[in-house]
Structure formats: C-alpha cells, structure tokens
C-alpha cells in the first residue's frame, strides 16, 4: 500500500478483491447509465468472475482509499486506462490517483496513456489532460458511444 498523503492510499488490487470491485463497478453504472441494455452489457461484462479473471490476467486493478474506504478505482491494462470510477464522487482525489497510475505506465516505458471515455466522462477527462484521439464510435461490446482519448506522458 502506498500512502499519497495522511487520508489517501492506493493499493494493487488482488483476486480477493475481484467481488467487491465487480459489486462497484455495475452499482456505479446502475446508477449513472439510463439505457437498460447498456447496463445489462456492462454488467455481464463485469461479474466478479469476470474481474478475477482479468487480474489473474493482464490487468492490474488499483483501489484509492481514503480514511480505508474505497473512493476510487482505476484498472490498466499495458497503457491503456479501463474503469476509471469514482465510488465518492467529488472528494478530489482524481487526479492523485490518475497521477500514480500514470507513473506506473511511464514506469513501463510508455509515452502516451489511451483510454475510451464514455459522453458524461468526456469533459472530466479532458480536465485531467486527456486529449479525445479519434472520432467517437458505437462501442458494440455495450451498445454505447465510445470516445477515444489519450493524454502524452512526456
């Protein structure tokens, strides 16, 4: 665990954790998804199975804690940023959080960190210095409208 300051740590998730994150991640697109199908596709698409198998494989998930209650939760995959959430929406712990992660991708030896952002996570991305690469598409695997961004690590 590493403490980036006297209310905030991050940690490596491991596969003990693959339920709690699954949990959160489809409660946070419950929430915050209107489209039914779409929440059903990113559901299935996020059981804890399915999250236990990610990390047994190329993903590392990363936990933001604040005073030891999860607020944040960011998945990498090579260089490329999945499942950024905010459990505690406002706490202005992003951008430590997305920092550290971004360390851990420059560590790797890569220069540009890629993501798809969904509409709403647009405008909070592009504050974070993320810079949309292409033009948006029909993500098929959730039916919704994806935006390519990427942010230089240089």
């Given at each position: 665990?590493?403490?980036l ?27 915050n ?15 804890p199975?399915?999250?236990?198998e ?20 960011a998945?990498?995959n ?32 890569f220069q ?6 969904a ?8 504050r974070?210095?993320?810079v949309?690469?292409?033009?948006s ?18």
């Amino acid at each position: 665990m590493i403490t980036l300051n006297s209310r905030l740590t991050v940690r490596l998730a491991t596969t003990r954790d693959a339920y709690r994150i699954g949990e959160t991640l489809v409660d946070n697109i419950k929430a915050n998804v209107v489209d039914n199908t779409v929440s059903q596709r990113f559901v299935e698409a996020h059981t804890p199975k399915s999250i236990h198998e990610k990390i047994l494989g190329s993903y590392q998930y990363y936990l933001c804690q604040i005073d030891g209650e999860v607020a944040y939760i960011a998945a990498l995959n090579v260089n490329r940023l999945h499942n950024f959430f905010a459990v505690r929406p406002g706490s202005g712990y992003a951008r430590p959080l997305l920092e550290y992660v971004l360390d851990k991708i420059r560590i790797k030896g890569f220069q540009t960190c890629l993501l798809n952002a969904a509409f709403n996570a647009v405008p909070i991305f592009k504050r974070l210095q993320f810079v949309q690469s292409r033009p948006s598409y029909q993500n098929k695997r959730y039916g919704l409208e994806s935006f390519p961004m990427q942010r230089k690590l240089i």
